[in-house]
């Protein structure tokens, strides 16, 4: 996760610590520091990464440590993480001419909605199913698509997750 800041000046800031939390209410933990440009008596813009944010809500903060080693802690900023599992879903071959193949490991049991989309985001077809284990596997027919770029769609209890694909 990218996160960027730009201070109005820096002459009093000795370093800045950048903090996380899974809800704005719990402790904070530090995610990087950096120094201030003591020379600076304006502005200067900095980033640093998150490389392990949470998956949902992650609230972080600056943390301005002074000169005096007093700090300040301007507004909190959320930013929400989804859930990626690419591994998750598999769709095959790609490109296609009659048929997809759709493999979806995950914990979650149930009703599966499928979709099949066009670039604009319209349904095309639709297909529910039920998913009673880890591992739920199913071919679609694609036969019927004009050639071109499409994606199909997964919903579950869990998770929604989507796969380009192009009909040849």
Known sequence: MGLSWTTSRDANNRYFIIQRSPDSTQ??????????????????????????????????????????????????????????????????PNPASGSIQLLLTDLAVGTIEVRVMDVEGRTLRLWSYQKVNQMWYQMIDVAYLNPGSYFIQIIDKNERVIRAFIKK
């Open 27 to 92: 402790e904070f933990v530090n995610i990087d520091t950096v120094s201030a440009i003591h020379d600076s008596a304006r502005g200067y813009s900095r980033s640093t990464v998150d490389e392990t944010p949470l998956v949902g809500n992650n609230y972080y903060r600056l943390v301005m440590v002074g000169e005096n080693s007093d700090s300040s802690f301007p507004e909190i900023r959320k930013v929400i993480v989804p859930k990626i599992l690419p591994e998750s879903f598999s769709l095959w």
